[in-house]
């Protein structure tokens, strides 16, 4: 495994980390996600990456019961939530409650969190989407009084401009508060432009670091998507409808079927020379992995061979076969 600097911060971060999204209590029970962070944590993984959206709070569940029975030092391992939707769906009053980044909401959101983990403190917590509605200065102000409370430890924006992101470090610089180190954005072959134009001034300027996702477009990139939906993947469930459309599209997967000679050349597989591309950015932290079985996260560890062996000559052909796709 390779460690990276979270952003400018001290804290090592694996090059490679694994998220719970739509995964876990949906696809992943307890002991199957016990056996997804052993074998990763075996490759030397130290981040598990979790919101507390993710299946209505209970994905911070399924993780926390996972790590009693692991017993790992927490030393070893860095947690993440994420606040900006709320949990609350059943409430005849939700405002306060959802879609928002206020004080309130996010004062108690960690109080939550906490409890459904069983842990003292959460270590990357992000501020899931930006909130138009909530002044920037209030959404730093709570999140530097949950860090310094103890209940948290690092704190960053996921999918802010980088007008927001700015701004927000801004506030913090202003008022020597604890500023936001990561932003947590998607970024693949097929997403790019926003890591690698909108933000490309923050990296130096505020110290940014990324924690990517969805490395594979949710599977897309693995090439399991050319002939139809697998049974069993997520384009099969129905909860993930709304993905569909852009899983099948014949275009993308005429794309990933161009990569595959570039993958068998360097002996790996499409979803490893998908992975070894994102690591290949410098900017990049560390890459979330999501798998649904253990299989799966074994084949995408393999990545980590590959990123070496990706050449100049491969980015080149990369580019020529995805950039007119990408995002
Ligand atoms: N901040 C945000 O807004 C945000 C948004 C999305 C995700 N995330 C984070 O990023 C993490 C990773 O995102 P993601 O799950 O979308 O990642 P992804 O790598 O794009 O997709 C992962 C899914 O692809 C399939 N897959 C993985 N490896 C495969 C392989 N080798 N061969 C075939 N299929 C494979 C599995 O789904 P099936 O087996 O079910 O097909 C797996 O769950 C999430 O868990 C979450 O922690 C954050």
Redesign the pocket.
């Known amino acids: 495994m390779h460690y990276n600097r979270l952003g400018r911060s001290g804290l090592q971060v694996s090059a490679l980390?694994?998220?719970?999204?739509?995964?876990?209590h949906n696809?992943v029970d307890v002991k199957a996600a016990v056996e997804l962070m052993a074998a990763a944590m075996d490759a030397g993984v130290n981040f598990f990456?979790?919101?507390e959206v993710?299946a209505l709070g209970a994905s911070e569940t399924v993780m926390g019961e996972a790590l009693r029975q692991l017993s790992w030092p927490r030393l070893n391992y860095i947690v993440?939530s994420?606040y900006f939707w709320g949990i609350d769906r059943e409430s005849s009053a939700p405002i306060n409650r959802k879609d928002t980044l206020n004080r309130k909401y996010l004062m108690q959101a960690i109080d939550g969190s906490l409890k459904r983990f069983g842990l003292d403190f959460i270590d990357l917590i992000?501020c899931?989407?930006p909130d138009p509605h909530t002044p920037i200065e209030e959404t730093v102000w709570a999140m530097h009084s949950i860090i310094e409370q103890g209940k948290a430890l690092y704190w960053g924006t996921?999918?802010w401009s980088a007008a927001d992101i700015r701004a927000a470090w801004e506030v913090a610089e202003r008022h020597h508060l604890h500023k936001p180190v990561m932003e947590?954005?998607?970024y693949?072959l097929l997403h790019r432009r926003r890591v690698e134009q909108e933000y490309a001034r923050l990296y130096e300027d505020c110290g940014l670091g990324l924690?990517?996702?969805?490395?594979?477009?949710?599977?897309?990139?693995?090439?399991?998507y050319r002939d139809g939906i697998?049974e069993?993947?997520?384009?099969?469930?129905p909860s993930?409808a709304f993905l569909r459309e852009g899983l099948t599209s014949p275009a993308r997967n005429a794309a990933v079927a161009q990569l595959e000679p570039i993958a068998q050349e360097l002996g790996g597989?499409?979803?490893?020379l998908?992975?070894a591309w994102v690591m290949k950015n410098p900017h990049v932290s560390t890459v979330?992995?999501?798998?649904?079985?253990v299989?799966?996260?074994q084949?995408?560890l393999g990545a980590l061979a590959l990123r070496d062996q990706l050449q100049a000559e491969h980015m080149a052909r990369i580019d020529a076969i995805c950039t007119p796709l990408a995002a």
Do not use: C, F
């Not at 069993?232 to 469930?237: I, V």
């Not at 979330?288 to 079985?293: D, E, F, Q, Y």
């Open positions: 980390s694994l998220g719970s999204w739509v995964t876990y696809q990456d979790n919101a993710y993440s994420k992000y899931h989407r996921s999918e947590q954005p998607q693949n924690t990517t996702w969805s490395p594979l477009a949710s599977g897309l990139l693995s090439g399991k697998p069993g993947s997520r384009g099969a469930l993930m597989t499409l979803a490893q998908a992975i979330i992995l999501g798998a649904s079985r299989g799966q996260l084949e995408n």
